[in-house]
């Protein structure tokens, strides 16, 4: 496992997935009521003193995002989802990069209030906002040529209900959303590359792992986030029915 990397929080429990304790116990940061009440909190400081609350893996994760779509000359009208939306605050950094067509969806109601609370504030109003559950995606949601993630996939593997069946069904909703040959982001503190590229490795090949903060212990040097980029390969008649 990934270690986690220390990032401010509000209250005695941190409201990311990354709690430092190296393992996939089950746990109440991977339920949705965990999240409502988490966003509510964050709302409510939003109202009062105008604070978006956290950014997931810090601002240099927004900037390594959007740092690799420039470099590939990723055509700022292309379709992004961002799955967990959170606060919205990486989509904000996106439009301001010029990127036009991006949706974040997220399964909390209270986040998608404060997303949109924030997107007002920022005077963004094309972004698209909705609440939805990814690993139950509504028709409507799909043709995306990039999605990003930071952190929910390291949520749902912390949810006290049957975490491996939901891993295995983020995968499915991935392959519904994106389009063949679509770029996937995926920023976790919870999962190393090689385990990353074992739960993506049908229908999705490794195009680049990126630069993330390291740490030394006991003489040995580690990541603490893993960042990698996926493309969703070509669908063939064979594996049809295994992906979609």
């Known amino acids: 496992m990934a270690v986690a990397e220390e990032r401010p929080g509000r209250g005695e429990q941190p409201l990311g997935p990354c709690g430092g304790s190296g393992s996939f116990s089950p746990s109440v940061l991977g339920t949705r009521?965990?999240?409502d009440a988490a966003y509510e909190r964050e709302l409510q400081t939003f109202q009062d003193i105008g604070d978006a609350g956290e950014i997931w893996f810090g601002e240099e994760s927004m900037e390594r995002i959007i740092k690799w779509l420039?470099?590939?000359k990723v055509p700022l009208d292309s379709?992004?989802?961002d799955?967990?939306?959170?606060n919205g605050?990486?989509?904000i950094e996106l439009a301001k990069s010029g990127y036009v067509n991006l949706t974040g969806?997220?399964?909390s109601a209270s986040a998608i209030q404060l997303s949109e609370k924030v997107r007002e504030k920022e005077g963004m109003p094309n972004?698209?906002?909705k609440v939805e559950d990814f690993l139950a995606p509504s028709a409507e949601l799909s043709g995306f040529e990039i999605c990003i993630d930071k952190g929910t996939f390291d949520a749902i593997s912390l949810n006290p209900d049957n975490a491996a069946g939901k891993r295995k069904q983020y995968v499915r909703s991935l392959c519904s959303v994106l389009k063949p040959e679509g770029f996937f982001l995926i920023t976790s503190c919870n999962w190393t590359k090689e385990e990353l590229l074992n739960e993506f490795g049908e229908g999705f090949?490794?195009?680049e792992e990126l630069p993330t903060p390291k740490f030394c212990f006991g003489g040995r040097i580690g990541n603490s986030v893993t960042a990698l980029v996926f493309q969703r390969k070509k669908v063939r008649p064979s594996i049809l029915g295994k992906l979609d």
């Open 79 to 81: 379709s992004v989802l």
């Open 83 to 86: 799955i967990g939306t959170g």
């Open 105 to 107: 969806i997220d399964y």
């Open 89 to 91: 605050v990486l989509l």
């Open 70 to 72: 420039e470099k590939q």
């Open 33 to 35: 009521e965990h999240w």
């Open 127 to 129: 972004i698209k906002l």
């Open 205 to 207: 090949e490794i195009l």
